[in-house]
T-cell receptor
């Protein structure tokens, strides 16, 4: 069964540094998402991406965050200047069509630790 | 804004018992309601979903019911097994682009 692949599995970064999280969505999927989960809490939506542009973003997704699909397979999340409160598990997800029609499939996540 | 309330936060049952988790949502435009199972340190895995044109859906030991009038939906697990132990999240599909998750239920099934 095809899977969403995320790298690295764990990223440790100094506060104020830039970090890029990588995702390879399922190959025929068209919608891409980033979510985050602070330890012990619920999964929170960050951003959705379709047709090479952001389609929706949450209040969490401020100017320090950006997403990019640099080629036909990768989907990245960049945090420009990390803060301690950015420490969380970041999940990438993809779906074939909008969630109304098709489920979102999640990757294994990247655990981001800001020191 | 969108909000999904989930109860209970923890649920302990004996193996073989049934478990029921309930969620209430606020956005009347929502029409997609998935349930995810998350084991410790792992990804959320979709276990069942339901759309607003259906009142109930079943897949072996798992069933989901939806009451659109009352804006709540429930997950039912019958004949629970220790491997069902995990955190379960409900979610609502809103705006056609994102999922809003509940706060999660930690299910513990004791042998």
């Amino acid at each position: 069964e095809p899977e969403v692949t995320q790298t690295p599995s764990h990223q440790v970064t100094q506060m104020g540094q830039e970090v890029i999280l990588h995702c390879v969505p399922i190959s025929n999927h068209l919608y891409f998402y980033w979510y985050r989960q602070i330890l012990g809490q619920k999964v929170e939506f960050l951003v959705s991406f379709y047709n090479n542009e952001i389609s929706e973003k949450s209040e969490i997704f401020d100017d320090q965050f950006s997403v990019e699909r640099p080629d036909g397979s990768n989907f990245t999340l960049k945090i420009r200047s990390t803060k301690l409160e950015d420490s969380a598990m970041y999940f990438c997800a993809s779906s074939d069509r909008a969630p109304v029609d098709q489920p979102q499939h999640f990757g294994d996540g990247t655990r981001l630790s800001i020191l | 804004g969108e909000n999904v309330e989930q109860h209970p936060s923890t649920l302990s049952v004996q193996e073989g018992d049934s478990a029921v988790i309930k969620c209430t949502y606020s956005d009347s435009a929502s029409n997609y309601f998935p349930w995810y199972k998350q084991e410790l340190g792992k990804r959320p895995q979709l276990i069942i979903d339901i759309r607003s044109n259906v009142g109930e859906k079943k897949d072996q030991r798992i069933a989901v019911t939806l009451n659109k009038t009352a804006k709540h939906f429930s997950l039912h697990i019958t004949e629970t097994q220790p491997e069902d132990s995990a955190v379960y999240f409900c979610a609502e599909g809103t705006g056609f682009q994102k999922l809003v998750f509940g706060t999660g239920t930690r299910l513990l099934v004791s042998p």
